[in-house]
């Protein structure tokens, strides 16, 4: 099963909201590019990439923000509560947002109505990695080594629900393993603990674990794609490593408040394209195992509405409850 990650949203986009024309020139002041996870992740590496680049074709300043903790749920909570007005903006995998109603049932937002999707900004596989203590070399026998040590293997997350989350146990589920999970607040603060050696495995995307593949303090088995990373050409797919069906892919997307006005967000996905079809831009992605996307906004929030009900069957096979 491939499980894409990446906020339903507002089906009229804009409804309700005031015109650019009434806000005024738009953008009056500096931007802000919110960021769901502690920096370190990929999240935080597309989101700084997207702020450069929106910077350059707004003529304004857009200043990063980190805002994690409760996968995602600070940074969703302040940017829903932020004016409506194209200053403030958030950038997460599609996957924090899109499987939220189907885990927690007491949020003090709805991320299916109070955020707007502006702009699909790119897609990463995820791969399977291991400290360099790990004796096993492959899938074939990290998979052996998990079966002979049942309840003892530990694997990380950006936090319960998160698409490391699902993807890890949906790997788990495929092999047969009894994992156990250990949540973060982002994969960046669980790196520490995997390059340790007190995690023993995590999902993630090639751009997390990129300079530790490169200082051989972790070792890739497996990518979660139908085709190599152009990033790690020895790296074989979970396919060929002999666990067919694991096709984990994380899509993250830019969103901005319930209400921003249609022509911001026109301008603004507008504005992004251009970034993304840059030259330099798109290398800088391809090199941290993340391929470009794009695209109006109105496809991508119909694919935010599709992962939202694929989500929803995966959690309910899945039978992940929050702890």
């Not at 024309?21 to 931007?31: E, F, K, L």
């Not at 049932?105 to 502006?118: A, M, R």
């Not at 990290?142 to 949906?170: E, M």
């Not at 992004?272 to 929030?301: H, S, Y």
């Amino acid at each position: 099963m491939r499980i894409a990650t990446g906020c339903l949203l507002a089906l009229v986009l804009g409804a309700g909201a005031v015109s650019a024309r009434a806000q005024g020139a738009y953008p009056s002041r500096a931007v802000r590019m919110v960021v769901d996870t502690s920096p370190g992740g990929l999240t935080d590496i597309l989101g700084r990439l997207a702020a450069e680049g929106l910077a350059q074709q707004l003529g304004r300043q857009v200043v990063v923000e980190n805002k994690a903790g409760a996968s995602g749920n600070v940074a969703i909570e302040y940017v829903v509560k932020s004016p409506a007005d194209g200053h403030t903006l958030m950038i997460c995998a599609g996957g924090n947002l899109v499987i939220k109603p189907f885990l927690e049932h007491s949020l003090v937002f709805d991320p299916l109505v109070d955020l707007v999707p502006v702009f699909n900004f790119a897609e990463a596989p995820h791969i399977l990695v291991v400290p360099n203590s790990i004796a096993a070399r492959d899938l074939a026998e990290f998979i052996a080594y998990a079966r002979a040590n049942p309840g003892k293997v530990y694997y990380g997350s950006a936090g319960t629900g998160s698409p490391p989350h699902l993807a890890a146990d949906q790997f788990a589920r495929l092999a047969g393993l009894q994992l156990v999970h250990v949540p973060y607040k982002g994969v960046g603060p669980a790196l520490p603990d995997l390059i340790a050696g007190r995690l023993q495995i995590m999902s993630m995307s090639y751009g997390s674990a990129r300079p530790h593949l490169k200082s051989g303090a972790l070792r890739a088995l497996a990518a979660g794609s139908k085709r190599r990373l152009a990033g790690l050409p020895e790296v074989p797919t979970s396919a060929e490593a002999g666990l067919p069906g694991w096709e984990m892919s994380a899509w993250f997307g830019i969103f901005a408040p319930k209400g921003t006005g249609l022509e911001i967000v026109r301008l603004l996905n507008e504005k992004l394209q251009a970034v993304i079809e840059d030259p330099k831009a798109r290398q800088r992605l391809l090199e941290v195992g993340a391929e470009p996307l794009g695209g109006p906004a109105p496809a991508f929030a119909e694919r935010v509405r599709a992962d939202h009900r694929m989500w929803g069957q995966v959690i309910k096979e899945s039978g992940i409850k929050l702890e």
